[in-house]
């Protein structure tokens, strides 16, 4: 998909309407994964203080696009700021010329990893409730979301594609062995990725069905959206398949006549549905679910190991301490890049001596649940 008039108009959108649109704070940052560094944007809305876990959503751009015009076009910063979520936008790789992400079809880069990698960054920076992190996208971004489902599902609570699919060659093959709640945006009229399917797209009913059988949910319970927009050439449907497995429902917005857009975006592109909001209806389907309603033993990270454990001094100058109940813990110290600096096992006095003055992240690792601390070397 082409973002051509949305570069044209981002100047606009930096100057008025994606200042006063938001609160929080921007900042472009990178994380070390498969030998790399991999930019990415984050918001933080005004209210995050770090007291409480947060949600995350991840968001990815569409082919072509970028993270900054996905942040823009999508704009979830107003719900952010007052839902109180942390929104991470990555930034894709570069194939002839034009950003992309990976979904299986290449050998390289490794997309699922860089994922996941961020996500634990971003749960070392930040205080990310690890049981509601959730991933959705434009096209490209949309299919990467099911490659995550279909690939990350220890992560990811639920996910939400508009305008995406899932590639004909792991459609078939996806198995995430557990229910995953699952909504799909998508117009009957958009010619990059066809409603009814193509050699490389699934029918997004069958993708639809994929996910009633593998949640095994009810069948639908049909209504139709408010056309409140008589000029956007465009009315929608909207399916809901509740009753699943672990709480688990799918969701199909079906938008009749409805291109390859954002629906309730700026109206861009043709056929732009002005009749309902994507971005309002996603974080409203991505609330309801937390992972540790379909994973039981997804505590690996929960904050629970520590509020078991004290690490001080911190900030230190030469050694730290992990105090705790019953302490016999394996240790690991990064730097901001990822790169794994000390380990250690056992004793509880770390020795940090040998690292340079700055900030570093702790991994404290016991009977199978981890537990990260940011420490400050001095």
């Known amino acids: 998909m082409k973002f051509y008039k949305l570069i044209l108009i981002s100047l606009f959108f930096e100057a008025g309407f994606f200042c006063s649109a938001q609160s929080g704070v921007n900042s472009i940052d990178s994380v070390f994964t498969g030998g790399n560094y991999r930019k990415f944007r984050v918001y933080i809305p005004n209210m995050y203080d770090g007291t409480g876990p947060v949600p995350l959503v991840l968001n990815f ?23 109180n979520f942390i929104i991470a936008h990555p930034e894709g790789s570069t194939i002839l010329g034009s950003q992309f992400w990976n979904t299986g079809l290449l050998s390289s880069p490794d997309d699922v990893l860089f994922t996941n990698d961020l996500i634990s960054f971003l749960m070392a920076k ?3 409730d690890f049981s509601r992190i959730y ?11 099911y490659y995550l489902a279909c690939n990350l599902p220890s992560r990811i609570a639920a996910i939400a594609s508009v305008t995406g699919s899932m590639f004909n060659g792991w459609y078939t093959a996806c198995d995430p062995g557990r229910p995953i709640p699952v909504m799909e945006i998508h117009g009957t009229a958009d010619g990059v990725v066809p409603y009814n399917g193509s050699n490389d797209f699934s029918p997004i009913d069958s993708v639809v069905k994929k996910w009633v059988v593998n949640n095994n949910c009810n069948p639908a319970i049909t209504s139709s959206v408010t056309d409140v927009n008589l000029s956007d050439n465009s009315y929608v449907l909207n399916y809901r398949y509740t009753g699943g497995l672990m709480g688990s429902s799918v969701e199909l917005y079906k938008v009749i006549g409805g291109g390859h857009a954002w629906p309730g975006s700026i109206p861009l592109f043709p056929n732009t549905n002005l009749d309902f909001n994507a971005t309002v209806e996603i974080w409203r389907f991505f609330r309801q679910y937390k992972l540790t309603q379909f994973i039981a033993d997804a505590g690996i990270e929960k904050t629970e190991l520590r509020n078991e454990l004290i690490v001080f001094p911190n900030p230190s100058a030469d050694r730290i301490f992990v105090n705790g109940i019953n302490v016999d813990c394996n240790y690991k110290i990064y730097g901001v ?10 004793e509880n006095e770390i020795n940090i001596s040998g690292l340079t003055d700055g900030i570093y992240f702790l991994h404290v690792l016991r009977n199978e649940r981890k537990a990260v601390f940011k420490i400050i070397k001095n």
């Open 337 to 346: 890049d990822g790169k794994e600096l000390l380990t250690q096992t056992g």
């Open 135 to 145: 991933s959705c996208g434009m096209s490209n971004g949309g299919i990467m979301s």
């Open 126 to 128: 930040y205080n990310i």
């Open 61 to 83: 751009h569409g082919y072509t696009s970028n993270a900054a015009q996905q942040q823009i076009y999508s704009n979830f910063m107003a719900i952010a700021d007052t839902a």
